[in-house]
């Protein structure tokens, strides 16, 4: 069972949007930065949001992040065939020491 | 262009040892945090061990805590991962993953998971 809480799956049609939640705790979520992962089968994650809301060059504006409190968001408006895939919410435990957690994943489908 | 290189999986018996290594090209090795993040077979994430750019800082999970050792080699641009006492659950690939500051927290001593290059991965497998 992972730290952070995200929903199994989620589905959507082409064009239309989607958001994906991701919970936690004091100590992990609502003390450090959130990042969010894109993970198409048989690949490596790519980084898609980092220190909550921030998207890396190269990564399209219909992906957006936010956070509040001890949950945070991924936005994503637009959606492609190309966008089916894994997505992992992460960020750091500092509770008694410090480490790092994703959450258990959330399956796209784009009908 | 930045490149990480894992190697050094395998299969290997339960109680047993292996060495993963991750060359590092394209990039200053040594001013960037680096992680190792595996994925059991049809499983999601798992955050291993992160190590600070100059080696002083070391984390680990829970899982793992004890048995697996995090090291690099700025000189070599290489980060290593001594995994020992290898049980049946830590068979999975395993990623090496870039940082994108010196440490995993910022000025403000909020800490951070971004990784903004990963390797292709390497599978061990524990088993008799």
């Known amino acids: 069972q992972s730290v952070l809480t995200q929903p199994p799956s989620v589905s959507a049609a082409p064009g239309q949007k989607v958001t994906i939640s991701c919970s936690g705790i004091?100590?992990?979520?609502?003390?450090?930065?959130v990042s969010w992962y894109q993970q198409l089968p048989g690949t490596a994650p790519k980084l898609l949001i980092y220190?909550?809301?921030k998207r890396p060059s190269g990564i399209p504006d219909r992906f957006s992040g936010s956070k509040s409190g001890t949950s945070a968001t991924l936005g994503i408006t637009g959606l492609q065939t190309g966008d089916e895939a894994d997505y992992y919410c992460a960020t750091w435990d500092s509770s008694l020491s410090a480490w790092g957690v994703f959450g258990g994943g959330t399956k796209l489908t784009v009908l | 262009e930045v490149q990480l290189l894992e190697s050094g999986g395998g299969l290997v018996q339960p109680g047993g040892s292996l060495r993963l290594s991750c060359a590092a090209s394209?990039?200053?090795?040594?001013?960037?945090?680096m992680s190792w993040v595996r994925q059991a077979p049809g499983k999601g994430l798992e955050w291993v061990s992160g190590i600070s750019g100059s080696g002083g800082n070391t984390y680990y999970a829970v899982s793992v805590k004890g048995r697996f050792i995090i090291s690099r080699d700025n000189s070599k641009n290489t980060l290593y991962l001594q995994m020992n006492s290898l049980r049946a659950e830590d068979t999975a690939v395993y990623y090496c993953a870039k940082g994108v500051t010196p440490q995993f927290y910022d000025t403000s001593g909020y800490y951070s998971l971004n990784f903004d290059c990963w390797g292709q991965g390497t599978l061990v497998t524990v088993s008799s």
């Open positions: 394209g990039f200053t090795f040594s001013t960037y945090a």
């Open positions: 004091t100590s992990n979520i609502g003390n450090n930065y």
């Open positions: 220190d909550n809301y």
